[in-house]
DNA sequence: CCTACCGATCGGTAGG
DNA sequence: CCTACCGATCGGTAGG
């Protein structure tokens, strides 16, 4: 029972604390303002989680691993390099917005990690971005994508992406899939009407 | 003479500040690390400055002032939409790259400007966003852009590129035209080679 | 531009 | 989960 009741109380702390990290960044949110929007007293966070760096690291390195484990299915897949990249992408808007708000946290909060889990962070992040980078590669190889610089296009291609959930609202018109659907749309196929 | 050292003094201190709020975020930057890194006490900065937002609020403003006024320019020239597109954003990542850590700023720190600057901001950056929108609905007009979420594709558009001075490196080998040029190929004209 | 200092607030601990 | 409290640090001012 007691320890039922902690672990929804520290569920409930990360939820809220995302948000506040969400609205008003990591630093400029205190733990006073945590426990009054909870409605305890901010010594009393104290009982549930460790430091207000940990809540950080329990968001950044859940979404991580939700963003990994997605695109390792796709990889798994025997399919043109065009349409693992739509997969790829797809999923990669999935895990966006089922949570924007710990998305946004994970994307623009993570450099006030502490030294190692810092290191861990961007190593986890550059091995996600080579996955993508190779789908470019492979499907250049296969003569379905021109030349280009596969880094920079990857890059470019999930800044577009990532920068959604500042301007993601779930009650928007755009399903996920819809999401995924326009932006690959552009980017593999462009504006310019075929001629 | 007084005026004039004063003045190179606010400069280094604006730059210094640019630097430590790009790196460190807004809120997790305190005016001694700044004084610090420039010599002088905690409290001499207010010598030349009212505040630690005024900084903020001169970086943000002086950066908008300098995408709008590049914008202006293109819009006034005769060309086709997907040549002023071009151009846009050309002109886009010039003055982006022109003073990265400050675009970083611009771009991140934004939402900690008190409330009437915040409503400027804003109100600027969505006026920006709907001069590429009507380029956008103007290339559909035109018949050169194929049917699409203008909107959506401005937003994921800028996204890609406002995203660049995270890892845009000035010693790196790509000009801001050329970055320019790779960013409009691909979402011009897609990654797929035209069959 | 400095010394000296202000009130407020920070993350966190002790002890119950 | 609370009261009581810690040392550190914050943005900023007074007065020279």
Same mark, same amino acid.
């Given at each position: 029972?007691?320890?039922?009741?902690?672990?929804?109380?520290?569920? !409930?702390?990360?939820?809220?604390?995302?948000?506040?990290?969400?609205?008003?960044? @990591?630093?400029?949110?205190? #733990?006073?303002?945590?426990?009054? @929007?909870?409605?305890?007293?901010?010594?009393?966070?104290?009982?549930?989680?460790?430091?207000?760096?940990?809540?950080? !690291?329990? $968001?950044?390195? !859940?979404?991580?691993?939700?963003?990994?484990?997605?695109?390792?299915?796709?990889?798994?897949?025997?399919?043109?390099?065009?349409?693992?990249?739509?997969?790829?992408?797809?999923?990669?808007? $999935?895990?966006?917005?089922?949570?924007?708000?710990?998305?946004?946290?994970?994307?623009?909060?993570?450099?006030?990690?502490?030294?190692?889990?810092?290191?861990?962070?961007?190593? #986890?992040?550059?091995? @996600?971005?080579?996955?993508?980078? !190779?789908?470019?590669?492979?499907? @250049?190889?296969?003569?379905?994508?021109?030349? #280009?610089?596969?880094?920079?296009?990857?890059?470019?291609?999930?800044?577009?992406?990532?920068? #959604?959930?500042?301007?993601?609202?779930?009650?928007?018109?755009?399903?996920?899939?819809?999401?995924?659907?326009?932006?690959?749309?552009?980017?593999?196929?462009?504006?310019? $009407?075929?001629?």
């Amino acid at each position: 029972m007691i320890t039922k009741n902690k672990l929804n109380r520290k569920q !409930q702390i990360i939820e809220k604390a995302t948000q506040l990290f969400q609205k008003q960044g @990591y630093a400029a949110t205190s #733990m006073r303002d945590l426990a009054s @929007y909870i409605g305890i007293e901010a010594a009393s966070l104290y009982s549930h989680i460790k430091s207000k760096e940990e809540i950080l !690291q329990t $968001i950044c390195f !859940q979404m991580a691993n939700d963003f990994f484990e997605s695109l390792e299915k796709i990889e798994l897949e025997k399919s043109s390099a065009d349409e693992k990249l739509k997969k790829a992408v797809i999923s990669h808007v $999935i895990v966006l917005t089922k949570d924007s708000a710990a998305s946004a946290v994970f994307f623009s909060e993570w450099r006030h990690l502490s030294e190692s889990y810092l290191k861990d962070f961007l190593s #986890m992040r550059n091995n @996600y971005e080579n996955k993508f980078i !190779q789908i470019l590669i492979d499907g @250049y190889k296969e003569g379905v994508f021109k030349k #280009m610089d596969a880094k920079f296009t990857v890059l470019a291609l999930l800044s577009s992406i990532n920068w #959604m959930p500042s301007w993601y609202k779930p009650e928007g018109k755009l399903s996920p899939e819809e999401i995924a659907e326009n932006v690959t749309d552009v980017f593999i196929n462009g504006l310019k $009407i075929r001629s």
